[in-house]
């Protein structure tokens, strides 16, 4: 993600091939790495990524193609998107859950249209607005206007005269441009990554199984689930020392919002002339990383607390074992010894998985600009006031464009 900021999208897509083969890979796992994480924590595993981790690897793909003007390679993304989603899509069967993604179609309904493909382009626009509304309800994020001008573009050029009515109904104060006209234009499509992805911390739940282990536990952490590391070590000993007590790791979200509502982009040719217009939200990571983590906690936190049971058996088993395998005399320290040392690793080894890609954005803007062809100057303005600055780091961009050409833009904000 990285390179692909840096404009080097050769290197990227390397990278992001690689990523791609690992996660294919890991799809297997093996019984070793499973045992050795019910033993101390899911972080012994591979990390796979969630679903629409693998669906962003085929976008920055495509983005990269799209930027060095292989419209092939591209298309082969949009197609690898589009595949990845129904195999989801399928494995949901019904049940709600990640299984489709607005932003992925609507990238692929502007490639397809760019390389002049405008029945797959319908295509991947009306799946676009499906999943868009379909989404609406927990990640705030409605089908944009230009996906919707998109849609009746399209539809009218294939001559789809019940779609376009349909569409026009339900979009009624939707304008857009016949795709004849888009024909003797330029295309300038600016993607713009605002804000951090949203990071995952430790919730820790203490578990007493004893009065005297209550006590502990709220003399020792209060009423607060939060964790700190200085307190690790200071919490493997009191437990341990107690050895009534069975932490349990769960991840917890925390976000990293973007305070940039919407950028304003502006092409001015060399007479002057000046072509602007806003971006729209088109995707919310944090949203979609909240989603996911909720669907998953459940199983999560049932492997959690059988693995923690595991732990507090085994650790007072080697307590019992070494107290039998000693005299009577020495019994009682040695178990101490071992309990500090067997349940003090347990509590010690319990943390959650907070792994994550987070170089990927909080959301994702986009803006179309449809221009004549020519020379401009490209310039961004975020709400609020301020210069924006292209993912390439200069504040300005030169464009050439050419009829019918679509060329992409990206820029990187991370406040």
């Known amino acids: 993600m990285t390179l692909h900021l840096a ?11 690689q990523a791609e083969e690992i996660v294919e890979r890991l799809y297997t796992k093996t019984v070793r790495s499973e045992t050795l994480a019910f033993l101390t924590n899911d972080n012994a595993l591979p990390y796979e990524g969630d679903p629409y981790e693998h669906v962003m690897i085929n976008v920055v793909k495509a983005l990269n193609y799209a930027a060095q003007n292989d419209v092939t390679g591209a298309l082969v993304e949009a197609r690898r998107i589009d595949h990845r989603l129904n195999v989801l899509s399928d494995k949901l ?3 709600s859950g990640y299984g489709n993604d607005g932003f992925a179609r609507y990238l692929s309904g502007i490639l397809y249209e760019a390389a002049g493909d405008l029945n797959n382009a319908f295509i991947a626009y009306r799946n676009a607005c499906e999943a868009y509304e379909a989404m609406r309800g927990w990640s705030q994020v409605a089908c944009p ?3 919707r001008a998109d849609l009746l573009s399209s539809a009218e050029a294939l001559g789809l005269a019940s779609e376009v009515d349909r569409y026009r109904n339900k979009y009624p104060d939707v304008e857009w441009l016949s795709a004849s006209a888009r ?3 330029a295309q300038v499509v600016m993607i713009s990554y605002n804000g951090r992805a949203p990071r995952k911390e430790d919730l820790y739940l203490d578990l007493p199984i004893s009065l005297d282990a209550l006590q502990l536990v709220l003399l020792n952490r209060g009423f607060s689930h939060s964790f700190e590391n200085r307190n690790r070590m200071m919490d493997s000993v009191l437990y341990g020392l107690s050895g009534r007590v069975v932490r349990v790791a769960l991840p917890r979200m925390v976000r990293q919002k973007t305070r940039i509502p919407f950028e304003t982009i502006t092409l001015t040719d060399e007479q002057g002339a000046s072509y602007a217009i806003q971006s729209e939200r088109v995707h919310d990571l944090t949203a979609l990383a909240e989603k996911t983590l909720a669907e998953r906690l459940p199983a999560m936190t049932v492997k959690a607390v059988a693995r923690a049971a595991m732990k507090f058996s085994m650790a007072e088993g080697a307590v019992i074992g070494s107290q039998q ?5 020495a019994a009682p320290w040695v178990g101490l ?3 500090l040392l067997a349940k003090g690793l347990a509590v010690a080894s319990e943390e959650a998985d907070k792994r994550s890609w987070r170089t990927l954005p909080d959301e994702i803007h986009v803006a179309r600009v449809w221009v004549p062809s020519g020379r401009y100057r490209a310039t961004v303005h975020h709400a609020g006031g301020g210069v924006a600055v ?5 504040k300005e961009a030169s464009l050439h464009l050419s009829q019918g050409q679509t060329m992409f833009l990206f820029r990187r904000v991370v406040q």
């Open 325 to 329: 395998a000693v005299g009577r005399d």
């Open 7 to 17: 404009g080097d999208y050769a290197q990227s897509n390397e990278a992001l091939e």
């Open 390 to 394: 292209w993912a390439a780091g200069v």
């Open 337 to 339: 010894l071992v309990s």
């Open 145 to 147: 206007a230009s996906l």
């Open 93 to 95: 069967k019904g049940k």
């Open 183 to 185: 024909q003797q234009l």
